[in-house]
T-cell receptor
Framework: AQSVTQLDSHVSVSEGTPVLLRCNYSSSYSPSLFWYVQHPNKGLQLLLKYTSAATLVKGINGFEAEFKKSETSFHLTKPSAHMSDAAEYFCVVSGRGGYNKLIFGAGTRLAVHP | ETGVTQTPRHLVMGMTNKKSLKCEQHLGHNAMYWYKQSAKKPLELMFVYSLEERVENNSVPSRFSPECPNSSHLFLHLHTLQPEDSALYLC?????????????FGPGTRLLVL
């Protein structure tokens, strides 16, 4: 069965410092992996996705994530945080099924301080 | 309109009311989803429609009734709800039968049951 664990429920950084949001996954086959972001009172927006091509994936707003099969990790990073990055971030793994089943992590709330 | 739209954005209803949530996707996708997002809980998949057929119903109470009249529209009919049903209801769509498993989300309907 597929599962995903976000290792931190809250992360707090200062503006201009690096961001690291950690995600581990479990899958019995080669999954697709996604990061979504949710700003307050908004829906989920796709940040980036890994689909078995390059292991370093670049997304929108300067975010990137690296797929590491040996560590079963897909951590999200950004070199320099902006105030507008404050939001909730979800790591997601694809599941099995006749449709595009997604399994969501519990989320990491990112706070950015001036 | 582009992407996935949802109406209304906010809804307050009493426990004896009947209301409907509407979702429309403008992406040409063939699958649509309803999710429930409650405070401090992971995102819960409620219903999935693929090619206008319901393919998943995750033990959702019968007071929630989905309807998918065509591949672009999805409704969630609500009746005799409970206060614990207050949540953000998110709609998503995707294209099944391809390598791309990405789901695209609407902005959500914030529901408050009094």
């Amino acid at each position: 069965a597929q599962s995903v664990t976000q290792l931190d429920s809250h992360v707090s950084v200062s503006e201009g410092t690096p961001v690291l949001l950690r995600c581990n996954y479990s899958s019995s086959y080669s999954p697709s992996l996604f990061w979504y972001v949710q700003h307050p009172n908004k829906g989920l927006q796709l940040l980036l996705k890994y689909t078995s091509a390059a292991t370093l994936v670049k997304g929108i707003n300067g975010f990137e994530a690296e797929f590491k099969k040996s560590e079963t990790s897909f951590h999200l990073t950004k070199p320099s945080a902006h105030m507008s990055d404050a939001a909730e971030y979800f790591c997601v793994v694809s599941g099995r099924g006749g449709y595009n089943k997604l399994i969501f992590g519990a989320g990491t709330r990112l706070a950015v301080h001036p | 309109e582009t992407g996935v739209t949802q109406t209304p954005r906010h809804l307050v209803m009493g426990m004896t009311n009947k209301k409907s949530l509407k979702c429309e996707q403008h992406l040409g996708h063939n699958a649509m989803y309803w999710y429930k997002q409650s405070a401090k809980k992971p995102l819960e998949l409620m219903f999935v429609y693929s090619l206008e057929e319901r393919v998943e119903n995750n033990s959702v109470p019968s007071r929630f009734s989905p309807e998918c009249p065509n591949s672009s529209h999805l409704f969630l009919h609500l009746h005799t709800l409970q206060p614990e049903d207050s949540a953000l209801y998110l709609c998503a769509s995707s294209q099944t039968g391809t390598q791309d498993e990405t789901q695209y989300f609407g902005p959500g309907t914030r529901l408050l049951v009094l």
